[in-house]
């Protein structure tokens, strides 16, 4: 992704930005059922005041959210969901060639690991604090069913956003911050970290050339990587956003009742969708990405020739 030696185009910041947001807001469109199925096998289990409902496996949950609670309910959260990508996933993304540039400037040899890791640190970490009210938003939605006599808590997302700040708190929509950070911070640096040097390996190796095919295969090893090491936190995150107040006293009584209650599988569930979701998204985006900028930079260089 940061490989100005295989290519002829050199994007802008202002490209790179855009087009990070769009392409990540296509790849949420297309993988948000699986995001919802993440979502509920990860909170199955927290509460006994649950649906009753059981889920297994990917398919199974999407199948069965689809026949209890209708085809809609599989894209609940989805407006939260395109407003986190256009707050976070276009900074996190769309930074990480400036910032890695920032990181290596004044030196002649080209980006090092560390340089790549500290870059996906800053990206991620700033895109958490900006962008964490539209995950709290989208998780709780996601989360929320109308069966067994349970009343929804939100009506939208808008009202989702109101009574969060009205009845919990304004600083209540930055619930979890700090599992979404140790999430974020993982899935940012391990993404594009690993993207990047897998792109770079298979380019300079002559193993493919800088274009689709290349960034297939490097959006799909990122994924599995960032799947398998962020889960922990990524469940984590789950079950203490749901979390109706009281119910958890802080992050680490989440960690240790889940371990006492369920045992380290838990900090494993819906690992599946997780990483089906995490693939197909990073294929998605980064294919798109990687297109877009391009052609956008080759559009800004022609208006300017003319």
Not at 37 to 63: F, M
Not at 84 to 92: G, N, V
Not at 210 to 229: E, K
Request: proline share 5%; charged share 15%.
């Amino acid at each position: 992704m940061v490989s100005p030696t295989t290519s002829d185009v050199h994007p802008t910041m202002g490209v790179k930005i855009f087009s990070a947001g769009v392409s990540a807001c296509l790849a949420d469109l297309i993988t948000f059922p699986l995001d919802t199925a993440k979502v509920r096998l990860q909170i199955q289990g927290e509460s006994p005041t649950s649906s009753g409902i059981k889920y297994k496996g990917v398919l199974g949950t999407i199948k069965t959210l689809a026949r209890t609670e209708g085809m809609v309910k599989l894209y609940s959260g989805l407006p939260a969901g395109i407003q986190r990508q256009i707050s976070f996933a276009s900074l996190r993304i769309g930074l990480y060639d400036t910032v890695q540039e920032y990181f290596t400037a004044g030196k002649d040899a080209p980006a090092t690991l560390g340089n790549r890791i500290s870059a996906g640190l800053t990206t991620g970490g700033v895109a958490v604090f900006i962008g964490q009210p539209t995950e709290v938003v989208k998780v709780r939605l996601q989360a929320q069913s109308h069966l067994h006599g349970l009343k929804p808590r939100y009506t939208g997302t808008y009202n989702a956003y109101r009574i969060i700040a009205t009845t919990e708190g304004f600083t209540c929509l930055w619930k979890g911050t700090s599992p979404n950070l140790a999430r974020n911070i993982i899935i940012n640096c391990v993404e594009l970290v690993t993207y990047d040097l897998m792109k770079d390996t298979l380019v300079n190796n002559d193993i493919l050339a800088d274009d689709v095919p290349c960034h297939l295969v490097s959006a799909l090893i990122a994924g599995f990587c960032t799947t398998f090491l962020a889960s922990p936190a990524d469940v984590v995150k789950t079950r203490f956003i749901n979390s109706p107040p009281g119910f958890y006293s802080s992050v680490p009584n989440c960690v240790m009742s889940m371990f006492t209650k369920e045992g380290l599988p838990a900090f494993f569930k819906g690992f599946i969708p997780s990483f089906l979701r995490l693939a197909s998204w990073n294929v998605i985006m980064f294919v798109c990405f990687e297109q877009l900028k391009r052609e956008l930079s080759k559009t800004r260089q022609d208006t300017a020739f003319d």
